[in-house]
């Protein structure tokens, strides 16, 4: 093994160790904001759920998604690069679904902002599979940027938003009876949020999910 194949090794043993240490497993989906760029250009932003398996990334991409048929049409899927934002902040995937423009400023080159990243991931993509209803995607971590170095203490109120905004991201595919469970658990994060937090962004931000989610089952 000569020098350089040595350390391609030992740089990819270290970023496993750090991702290990953010918690990404092959038994647990971590919650993320993912930016997805073709030849540079930004072509998608969405919450995505995550399994780091053996040295790649797992996700779906749903077939509602943007990002679905983009992916499919693609001839070299080296051409998809990623950025997955790790973050403990709720606002931050409350703008990836409804004031995406917010995020996007956030992310342009090497510019994470510690308001809505702890960490950012650089990957690229190397495969897919497609399912009935999703994309199986697999993608390379390549490096990592350490953006928040001071740990936060857990709160119940952005966990709870956090779960609400899965939830609501979830009732355009499902049927009413579905739906109205989902608008039932999105009721029960609410409740959490305001046992949990006086905090008024917190309120404002569970009270327009909750209503959006009641608009979507009314226009379904």
Do not use: W
């Not at 969405?46 to 077939?63: D, E, V």
């Not at 409804?98 to 090497?110: C, N, P, Q, T």
């Not at 989902?182 to 931000?205: D, Q």
């Amino acid at each position: 093994m000569d020098l350089c194949s040595i350390q391609v090794e030992d740089m990819t043993r270290n970023l496993m160790k750090i991702l290990d240490s953010l918690e990404f497993s092959s038994d647990t989906y971590i919650e993320t904001v993912t930016l997805f760029y073709v030849n540079g250009k930004l072509m998608g932003l969405m919450p995505l759920g995550m399994k780091k398996l053996n040295s790649q990334f797992f996700a779906r991409i749903f077939k509602s998604s943007r990002m679905y048929n983009t992916i499919l049409n693609l001839e070299d899927l080296s051409r998809v690069k990623c950025k997955i934002c790790i973050s403990s902040n709720p606002i931050t995937f409350y703008y990836a679904i409804f004031k995406k423009e917010k995020l996007v400023k956030a992310f342009m080159g090497k510019n994470y902002s510690r308001k809505f990243c702890d960490a950012c991931i650089d990957a690229t993509m190397t495969s897919y599979e497609k399912d009935q209803e999703f994309l199986k995607i697999y993608l390379k971590p390549i490096e990592i940027y350490i953006v928040r170095r001071y740990p936060k203490g857990f709160n119940r109120a952005s966990a709870a938003i956090i779960e609400a905004l899965v939830h609501y991201t979830k009732i355009p595919f499902v049927n009413m009876e579905e739906q109205k469970r989902l608008i039932l658990k999105i009721e029960m994060c609410m409740e959490t949020v305001y046992r949990s937090s006086e905090k008024p962004t917190y309120r404002a931000i569970i009270e327009e999910i909750f209503k959006r989610a009641k608009n979507l089952l009314l226009n379904s």
